[in-house]
């Protein structure tokens, strides 16, 4: 289901602050995807998704050749999963070694993963411009409580 990035529905931008492991997808010189698991955050204000590299990695390198190649440059997915709920953001991605923009990457991960990320002194980050969202995340359903009317579920009443 496609997600309005003009007014994104407040359980989607919640499910992106929860603690979870994601997934890039990036496109290899050849055109085959290469797949990794990933941190990412969210910014909705500026809509940019940062993931921390290094910058020899294949995942840097892949947005890298993209950026030099014909066309607009590097289109990625990153997605996460959850049980039945999932969300992916696509866009065009960009690769900084700027150090501000290192530390906010780093600052915005601490924040979303409650740690610290690794020191790495060959950081890179990989900024994705947000051009499209889809998922599935909406708000939880009301439950029924176990002391409520009727049978409860799982109890075999007579």
């Given amino acids: ?27 290899r010189p050849d ?16 809509g940019v998704a940062r993931v921390l590299a290094s910058r020899g990695s294949r995942k840097v390198r892949n947005v890298l050749a ?9 289109r990625v997915a990153v997605c996460q999963v959850d049980g039945r709920r999932w ?7 960009t690769v900084t070694t700027d150090p501000g923009r290192i530390a906010e990457g780093e600052r915005r991960y ?13 950081r890179a980050v990989i900024e ?3 051009d499209r969202a889809l998922g599935n995340v909406r708000p ?8 409520g ?5 799982g109890r075999v009443t007579a």
Avoid at 149 to 153: D, E, K, S, T, V
């Fill in 31 to 46: 055109g085959t995807p290469h797949v990794v698991p990933v941190g990412v955050t969210y910014d909705p204000d500026t």
């Fill in 87 to 93: 969300a992916t953001l696509e866009g065009l991605a």
């Fill in 1 to 27: 289901m496609a997600i309005d990035l003009g007014a994104p529905p407040a359980p989607y931008l919640s499910f992106w602050r929860e603690r979870h492991l994601c997934t890039l997808t990036t496109l």
């Fill in 140 to 147: 939880a359903p009301a439950r029924a409580r176990e002391d």
């Fill in 149 to 153: 009317p009727g049978p409860a579920r």
């Fill in 110 to 122: 601490a924040e979303r993963y409650g740690r610290q990320p690794r020191v790495n002194p060959d």
């Fill in 128 to 130: 994705i411009a947000v």
């Fill in 66 to 74: 993209a950026a030099e190649g014909p066309g607009p440059g590097a």
